[in-house]
């Protein structure tokens, strides 16, 4: 069965520092994977995908994402930190091969990036 | 503005009363879905259209109804609410069925069943 695995709830990183929010998946075939974040009393925004080709991501905001199929691992990345991070972000999966037209959703990480 | 409009933004009933949130988005997209949002649950696909009449269920779709009537909407119709059904609600839609191209989100829909 496809899942997604976002192991931990929250994630405290000092401003200016490197931050990384980690995904794990498990799907049968070969994924699409998404990074969305999500601010206070608003819907999930699009941040970047890995389709295919290059494993490493650039996406909005600064942020990126390395693709590692042997670890079936999708982390997200940001090289420093600003206190504006600060929400709540969900890895996604869509399994190609599956057949479904549905996306899974982890079940989110809080990134709280202290000044 | 490209966006997708979710209506209301709260909500709180009572059991059993029937109710209706709606979904518009103004992108031509054909693929369109139904989230709800849980405290350590994630987002759990409620419904989903891939086009006009074509609906079909997602991981949690159990006491809801969905309709696709024409390609800029799709309501999500509880029939009969519980108060299990209290959560935050999202419509997403996207502009291909295959998936490849991101998901564009409402604000969300917070009911409350009582």
């Known amino acids: 069965a496809q899942s997604v695995a976002q192991p931990e709830d929250q994630v405290n990183v000092a401003e200016g520092n490197p931050l990384t929010v980690k995904c794990t998946y498990s799907v049968s075939g070969n994924p699409y994977l998404f990074w969305y974040v999500q601010y206070p009393n608003r819907g999930l925004q699009f941040l970047l995908k890995?389709?295919?080709?290059?494993?490493l991501v650039k996406g909005s905001y600064g942020f990126e994402a390395e693709f590692n199929k042997s670890q079936t691992s999708f982390h997200l990345k940001k090289p420093s930190a600003l206190v504006s991070d600060s929400a709540l972000y969900f890895c996604a999966v869509r399994d190609r091969s599956s057949g479904t037209y549905k996306y899974i959703f982890g079940t989110g990480t809080r990134l709280k990036v202290l000044a | 503005e490209a966006q997708v409009t979710q209506n209301p933004r709260y909500l709180i009933t009572v059991t059993g009363k029937k109710l209706t949130v709606t979904c518009s988005q103004n992108m031509n997209h054909e693929y369109m879905s139904w989230y709800r949002q849980d405290p350590g649950l994630g987002l759990r696909q409620i419904y989903y259209s891939m086009n006009v009449e074509v609906t079909d269920k997602g991981d949690v779709p159990e006491g809801y109804k969905v309709s696709r009537k024409e390609k800029r909407n799709f309501p999500l119709i509880l029939e009969s609410p519980s108060p299990n059904q209290t959560s935050l609600y999202f419509c997403?839609?996207?502009?291909?069925?295959?998936?490849?191209?991101?998901?564009?989100f409402g604000n969300g829909t917070r009911l409350t069943v009582t």
């Open positions: 997403a839609s996207s502009w291909d069925r295959e998936l490849n191209s991101p998901l564009h």
């Open positions: 890995y389709i295919t080709g290059d494993n």
